[in-house]
């Protein structure tokens, strides 16, 4: 069996100083059966430039394309229309890969039979703190699609993001990026995909380095990206639930009590934040039994079936 041609796809936007880290942990990856799609998004410094520059002095396959900014979704989206990988894998600029990252796992899709999802371990950096996030539910090999599922769906262990998956082109035949979503578009994509998806290995080692920055969308949510994320997490909830028919909504409550916690913070009620406080109301004896469910949360969510959260959040604000 040959290995197969892989796409990876880099949307790029106002990440020049973090652009050429990225760049040079790309060069040990380079190889002649892959194509590396960077897509400017309009970005208003010298990223264009820069990526222009590198694709010039590579001699592999390397697909510049820029457009006005329309948002990480639709560079995505550009991406996937123009790959020509029989597989499409996923990385962030103002991230980096390991120097293998590329070869372990096409050697891994050949020794698996070409599967139609992988996915792999990570390192979580922050500041100088490096750790390895690995699943340890799970051995190295075939994942049943069910147990997949069980543990995709907490968002814990295996967490919604798509550069640490290669995923077969076929799967994503029907759907694409949403383009108003500025926050969790992998979640929302990833949820449709993995349902298509049939044979699904994981790879227990850590290929990419998750890069947090103060600055990165995820350290400054607000109160409708949290409403958002709810909203895609139920979807999922919803999706799934025929097929786990044991699963309950406390699968999903963290995202939950983030939307009650921050409305409750800036004193702001809506239908969502209605709704969320009654699920958290209707099956309080049902969060507070789940051993899934951490004891800090069953605490923010018995204040908040007690109508005190507001009070506690304040206090502790002012301590």
């Known amino acids: 069996m040959t290995i197969p041609r892989l796409s990876l796809l880099v949307p790029i936007y106002g990440v020049e100083k973090y652009i050429n880290r990225f760049l040079a942990s790309l060069l040990p990856n380079l190889q002649s059966d892959i194509e590396i799609i960077m897509i400017d998004d309009g970005s208003p410094d010298n990223c264009g430039a820069i990526i222009d520059d590198f694709q010039k002095n590579q001699p592999y396959p390397i697909r510049v394309t820029h457009t006005k900014n329309n948002g990480v979704s639709a560079a995505r989206n550009i991406g996937l229309s123009i790959a020509t990988g029989e597989y499409i894998a996923f990385a962030d600029p103002d991230d980096y890969l390991s120097q293998n990252l590329i070869k372990e796992v096409l050697l891994f899709i050949k020794d698996y039979n070409y599967p139609d999802f992988i996915f792999y371990d990570y390192y979580t950096c922050r500041g100088k703190k490096v750790r390895i996030q690995t699943v340890p539910t799970f051995s190295e090999g075939r994942i049943s699609k069910l147990n997949f599922l069980e543990e995709f769906a907490k968002d814990e262990a295996i967490r919604s993001m798509l550069w640490k998956t290669v995923i077969k082109k076929d799967m994503f035949k029907g759907l694409k990026f949403d383009p108003s979503l500025k926050v969790g578009e992998d979640a929302s994509l990833l949820t449709d995909v993995v349902l298509h998806v049939n044979t699904i290995v994981y790879l227990k080692k850590p290929l990419y380095y998750w890069v947090e920055h103060k600055d990165s969308l995820s350290q400054n949510a607000t109160l409708s990206d949290d409403i958002k994320i709810f909203l895609i997490f139920e979807d999922r909830y919803k999706k799934f639930k025929n097929l786990l028919p044991s699963m309950t909504i406390c699968i999903i409550i963290r995202h939950i009590y983030n939307v009650v916690r921050r409305a409750e913070m800036d004193?702001?009620?809506?239908?969502?934040?209605?709704?969320?406080?009654?699920?958290?109301?209707?099956?309080?004896?049902?969060?507070?039994?789940?051993?899934?469910?951490?004891?800090?949360?069953?605490?923010?969510?018995?204040?908040?079936?007690?109508?005190?959260?507001?009070?506690?959040?304040?206090?502790?604000?002012?301590?």
Do not use: P
Not at 271 to 287: E, G, P, W
Not at 289 to 317: A, E, M, P, Q, V
């Open 267 to 319: 004193g702001y009620v809506d239908s969502n934040v209605i709704r969320c406080k009654k699920i958290i109301n209707d099956n309080i004896k049902l969060i507070l039994c789940d051993k899934n469910i951490t004891f800090r949360t069953k605490k923010h969510c018995l204040f908040s079936y007690l109508g005190i959260s507001k009070y506690y959040n304040l206090l502790k604000t002012k301590i």
